[in-house]
């Protein structure tokens, strides 16, 4: 009797963690499909909003935006000798007139000798360093205390990690991104772009996981969000401001100071865009230990951040029901590692006592486990087949399981700890080597430049309806019949065992068996 209770309670238990996190999964999924759709839609629909925002041609040089609004570009410093050189020689090339470029230093080594050499306060574009001798606030509190020495006429604010090598059109992206949005219902406080982790990713196993991991979240997870109208993070670097929004809300000490502002703006009733077609390339951590360091730092402020504003926000009548469902969705988003743990452990416990509700069968716990288990890497093989980088980046999938689940116990502890921790934990500092392996010439975007200059010339020719984006259709074709078999196998098996008491393939297998004999 011991035994079948012990088996039956974790039999409910695994189910539970495992539909709870198999909802995720399904996000996931449903991400994949809306992302894969929207690089092959007809371009007649293209030009209809929110897509002809989404995918707007913000990537050429020769774009144009009238007016140039002043624009102050922060840069966040804690020891970035190996970049510092860098990130400010790709500030000092942007095509832009009026701007200028403010380092936030809390650096405690020679970076700072570096901040007064080769006359960088000279010329244009403005460069100003502000040091501070004590770290309160970590980078939330640098780029406060930069906020006080902002060019007066600033009406945008830019915010790049040492590690980043902006392009040179980037600050005309993000204002034409802007004045896209500038008629929305919902005022626009933020453009966020894509953190292309790039330079590095061919250094190691871990530098091709994080690539891949990264073209999941941006060219997939953020772009069904933009297109479905919900909730959009703010996320460290690549992003620009409204300056008159950031002097209202202004930046907390939190140690992911990113989420916490942007839980706050929303509440405020603001919102942020995403577009991919803002990209800036960084460097990837390259080691195991700088990998967990940093997503515990991730998991324990964001969930932190979560329980300090979750009230205010379901209670905000400022949030839409779209970035209400995707901030629950966000709330326990790395609790989602311990709930995964959890579910694991509870159906091995299952499996070895063979003590089962009657709608469960094995091949149901197999099939969710394998959905769950399969989900963001599927996403982050769309991403990558979006960029036109399979063939070479397609590796670096298998790269990111390994390392999703080796790190996932560190980032469940993280989690928790912020969940119940009266105050928050220390900023652990991400090292930048200044390593490239790869020269970022800009994506390919499978297909899009190809189908753009064809769309050009359609116009000339009147014949819209003839274009398709140009993609290999049998690649496409595979990777949605296999998020969809992931999405609705697990389900089949529930509904079949709940309704038979039998597993779906014992139920084909009789089927088949049936018709063979006659």
């Not at 470029?101 to 502000?130: C, M, N, Y």
């Not at 069968?361 to 399969?374: A, D, I, K, Q």
């Amino acid at each position: 009797m011991h035994q079948y209770q012990i088996g039956l309670t974790a039999s409910y238990i695994a189910l539970t963690l495992g539909g709870f996190y198999f909802i995720y999964a399904i996000k996931y999924y449903i991400s994949s499909l809306l992302a894969l759709g929207l690089f092959s839609i007809d371009p007649e629909k293209l030009q209809s909003k929110p897509f002809h925002r989404i995918l707007s041609l913000q990537n050429q040089d020769e774009i144009t935006i009238g007016d140039e609004p002043w624009v102050s570009i922060h840069l966040p410093f804690f020891n970035e000798l190996n970049v510092a050189r860098r990130i400010l020689e790709a500030c000092m090339d942007i095509n832009y007139t009026n701007y200028e470029v403010l380092v936030a230093d809390d650096s405690q080594d020679t970076t700072i000798k570096i901040l007064h050499e080769r006359g960088w306060r000279h010329g244009s574009p403005i460069i100003k360093f502000v040091h501070r001798k004590d770290r309160s606030g970590y980078k939330g509190g640098a780029l406060q205390q930069a906020m006080k020495y902002i060019h007066p006429l600033t009406q945008f604010i830019v915010v790049f990690d040492a590690d980043f090598v902006p392009p040179t059109n980037i600050i005309r992206q993000f204002i034409h991104q802007f004045r896209l949005h500038e008629q929305d219902k919902k005022p626009v406080a933020a453009v966020q772009g894509y953190q292309l982790h790039y330079l590095n990713r061919n250094e190691n196993w871990i530098t091709k996981g994080v690539r891949a991991e990264f073209s999941g979240s941006y060219m997939v997870e953020r772009l069904a969000e933009e297109i479905l109208g919900a909730m959009k993070m703010v996320s460290g670097s690549v992003f620009m401001f409204k300056a008159s929004v950031l002097r209202e809300l202004g930046w907390n000490h939190s140690i992911t100071e990113d989420w916490d502002l942007t839980i706050r703006l929303y509440i405020e009733g603001f919102k942020v865009v995403y577009t991919p077609m803002i990209q800036a390339p960084a460097e990837i951590p390259t080691t195991v230990r700088r990998i967990i360091r940093q997503r515990m730092r991730w998991a324990e402020g964001h969930t932190f951040a979560v329980r300090k504003y979750f009230l205010s926000a379901i209670r905000s009548g400022k949030l839409t029901l779209a970035e209400k469902l995707e901030f629950l969705y966000f709330a326990p988003y790395y609790l989602q590692s311990f709930i995964f743990i959890i579910g694991s452990v509870a159906w091995i416990i299952a499996q070895h006592y063979k003590r089962h509700p009657t709608f469960w069968t094995p091949t149901l716990g197999w099939s969710l486990v394998f959905s769950n288990f399969l989900a963001i890497p599927m996403m982050g093989l769309t991403g990558i087949f979006l960029e036109g980088d399979l063939a070479e980046d397609f590796n670096g999938v298998f790269s990111f399981i390994a390392l999703s689940y080796f790190i996932m116990p560190y980032q469940a502890y993280a989690a928790l700890k912020g969940l119940v921790e009266a105050e928050e934990g220390f900023w652990f500092r991400t090292l930048k080597t200044g390593h490239i392996t790869d020269y970022f010439l800009g994506l390919k975007l499978r297909g899009i430049i190809e189908w753009i200059k064809k769309l050009r010339k359609s116009r000339e020719l009147d014949a819209l309806d003839t274009i398709r984006v140009p993609v290999k259709l049998p690649i496409r074709r595979l990777l949605f019949f296999s998020i969809v078999f992931l999405v609705i196998w697990p389900v089949l098996e529930f509904v079949s065992g709940a309704s038979t008491g039998s597993s779906l393939v014992n139920n084909l297998g009789y089927m088949l068996r049936g018709v063979v004999n006659g």
